[in-house]
């Protein structure tokens, strides 16, 4: 359990830096079509169980939603970057097929095999549990390694979130960084839906920021703030999952992290009603 403390620290890290870029995108639907995705993926797997049953033991159904994650931010990056259409309509296009899918598959699983898909409710809402310590190594490895790449194109990444047409004429290719950021937040919310499912991931990408803002203008303090704030909602999360074991990580870790957010509201509301009456 230390070690699936440390990769969700490290996963909030990841998101609370990332969550900066995806708030000041408007790209939180992004992440919400991204992350229901997964569990379109999952229903691939569970169908293909079904036609192949030696396929449901082992990680193929972890397989499944990957590809259907990077997929899908694929398609969705490439419909929003070249206009082919409007980035609202690309993401609920394929937000609501995935989760359409994923519950029909569930449901004709249900019908023949007369049991619960493998993973039906992990996939939804995250459960600690399945983290073994191989995939909690990898979660650690892999946020370091978004990190590591926000750092090394951190200006271009932020020229591009802030004045897409500015950076395009200034030589910067838009189109390179739009793709590196949007495989990062893929990347991250793949890595999350075991600690907090796909239905609550997208909270990871854009609570920290939002809560950083309420406090803070200047993007250094924003980005330490929605830091501080990530690793403090994840600790807390994890450790009322360890002392109370039937309420989940994923849940805990996003009402923790938005309680925060309701504290820091107010306290900038009360700043800004002392700020009128001095």
Known sequence: MLLALLASISLSIACAALSVFVVSRHWAFIGEGISHSAFGGAGTAWMLALLFPRLQNGPFIELCVVVFCVLTGAAIGFLSNEKRTTSDAAIGIFMVASLAWGFLAADIYRSVRHTEPLGFSDFLFGQMSWMSGDYATTVIALSAAVIIVLIAFGKEILYVS?????????????????????????????????????????????????????????????????????????????????????????????????????????????????????
């Open 162 to 278: 802030f004045d897409p047409e500015m950076a395009r004429v200034s030589g910067i290719r838009a189109g390179v960084i739009h793709y590196i950021l949007m495989l990062l937040v893929t990347l991250t919310i793949v890595l999350g839906i075991r600690i907090a499912g796909s239905v609550l991931i997208t909270a990871l990408l854009v609570l920290p920021a939002a809560t950083a803002l309420l406090l803070s203008q200047q993007l250094r303090n924003v980005f330490a703030i929605s830091i501080i704030t990530a690793i403090i909602g994840t600790t807390i999360g994890v450790g009322i999952h360890l002392a109370y074991s039937m309420v989940p990580a994923g849940p805990a870790i996003v009402l923790s992290i938005f309680t925060e957010f309701l504290v820091c509201f107010f306290v900038a509301r009360l700043h800004v009603v002392r700020q009128r009456l001095a």
